[in-house]
């Protein structure tokens, strides 16, 4: 018989914050002194824009316009908009997983995938893109999936297909609840130190990298804010860089990335969860879900 369990689906009455309220409160945060790398960057704290940046503190409008999807790929049947377990006065977006789901083309489909362009990041060198999950309780990871995070150049830059004009950075959890930043980018492009990015960094010259690996856990039953802070290279150079957060912690930084090769940039996020991996060994066992809430883009230069 199969599990399922998700929150109550009723509409509730939402009373929103002001944008400045949100700017000094929820998403201006510094990483903590406290790392798991041995390199810290030269700075932590990342100044917002208020006209540079996009904020939804819940999905009260029960829609996804605000985000501006671009392409609605797979799993609209998936998504909810539901009342937050922990606040019941807000809503959220839920995503669910039936049983026997894995990797978008597999025999059912579980998850959602589309691409969004909330903000013009046609100039932005570097950008922060932040939210909060919940993994319901008792979520059972089996081998992994992929959680949202954003990409570059043009769209499918994952899935190994060839990203020497592309990139991206999603968030992907593994066994256990083991957490850790999968990107897609010109890997013949990189430095050594790469491969070599603590604690653990899996480096995989046909698919994605599995960076710093095990940084961090998700947790179930609780929200945790993940927050990831890209910033391209110059052209020719290994300068670019990136940041990870849990909760306002430190838990990735590496300054010696080409993210591009080419004269690409920044589009947008890709807004991707599902349970894989490529065959049924990563298949989840019984329906589950995942909930979203606090998207954040911002350009911070």
């Not at 945060?29 to 406290?34: D, R, V, Y």
């Not at 083991?178 to 890997?187: P, S």
């Not at 945790?224 to 990735?252: A, M, W, Y």
Request: proline share 6%.
């Amino acid at each position: 018989m199969r599990r399922t369990s998700s929150p109550p689906t009723s509409r509730p009455t939402i009373t929103r914050a002001s944008s400045a309220t949100k700017t000094t409160t929820t998403h201006a945060k510094t990483a903590s002194a406290t790392t798991t790398t041995a390199a810290a960057p030269r700075s932590t704290r990342h100044p917002i824009s208020l006209a540079k940046s996009l904020y939804l503190e819940d999905f009260s409008l029960r829609s996804l316009d605000s985000l501006r999807v671009t392409s609605d790929r797979y799993g609209a049947s998936n998504r909810a908009f539901v009342s937050d377990p922990i606040n019941r006065a807000r809503t959220v977006l839920q995503v669910s997983y039936p049983a026997g789901s894995f990797s978008p083309s597999g025999p059912i489909v579980g998850g959602t995938g589309f691409y969004a362009s909330p903000i013009d990041l046609t100039t932005a060198n570097s950008v922060t893109f932040s939210y909060d999950v919940y993994f319901m309780p008792d979520f059972d990871f089996v081998l992994g999936g992929k959680l949202p995070g954003m990409y570059g150049g043009h769209e499918s830059c994952s899935g190994g297909r060839d990203s020497s004009t592309c990139f991206s950075s999603r968030f992907m959890f593994r066994t256990n609840g083991a957490g850790e930043l999968y990107v897609y980018l010109d890997f013949s492009a990189q430095v050594a130190g790469f491969c070599k990015v603590p604690p653990k960094t899996i480096c995989n010259p046909s698919y994605g990298t599995s960076m710093g690996r095990g940084a961090w856990m998700f947790p179930t039953g609780r929200w945790i804010t993940v927050s990831q802070t890209v910033t391209l290279n110059t052209l020719g150079k290994r300068d670019g860089s990136v940041l990870v957060t849990v909760d306002g912690v430190q838990k990735i930084f590496f300054d010696q990335i080409a993210w591009r090769t080419t004269n690409i940039g920044f589009i947008g996020i890709d807004f991707e969860t599902f349970f894989g991996g490529s065959n049924s060994d990563w298949a989840t066992p019984v329906d589950q879900y995942t909930l979203y809430k606090g998207i954040a883009l911002t350009i911070e230069q």
